[in-house]
């Protein structure tokens, strides 16, 4: 394995707190800083919500609302 694949992987963990990121993204090769951002990306993509409304205080009247600053479904029936 060489260190461009290994400093990916270590990028790629979950809830892992890293002091020297900016030194692993340095040990990358192209193709896999290409792969890394556009890794970055999707993630981004995954874990987005509407918070805008939630900072306005807006009401919404649809199945979906905020709690803890987390988005929720409801299902209030009368």
């Known amino acids: 394995m060489d260190i461009s694949t ?3 992987q270590t ?3 979950k809830n892992i ?3 020297n ?3 692993l993204v340095g040990q990358l090769n192209k193709e896999d800083k290409i792969f890394y ?8 993509e995954i874990t ?3 918070g805008v ?3 306005k205080g807006e009401l919404s009247f649809s199945s979906n609302s905020f709690e803890d600053g ?6 209030n029936h009368e």
């Open 70 to 75: 987390l988005e929720s479904n409801s299902n």
């Open 6 to 8: 290994k400093a990916l």
């Open 48 to 50: 987005s919500y509407d």
């Open 53 to 55: 409304n939630e900072l």
């Open 11 to 13: 990028l790629r963990m």
């Open 21 to 23: 990121k900016k030194e």
């Open 37 to 44: 951002s556009n890794w970055l990306l999707a993630q981004e």
């Open 17 to 19: 707190y890293l002091e």
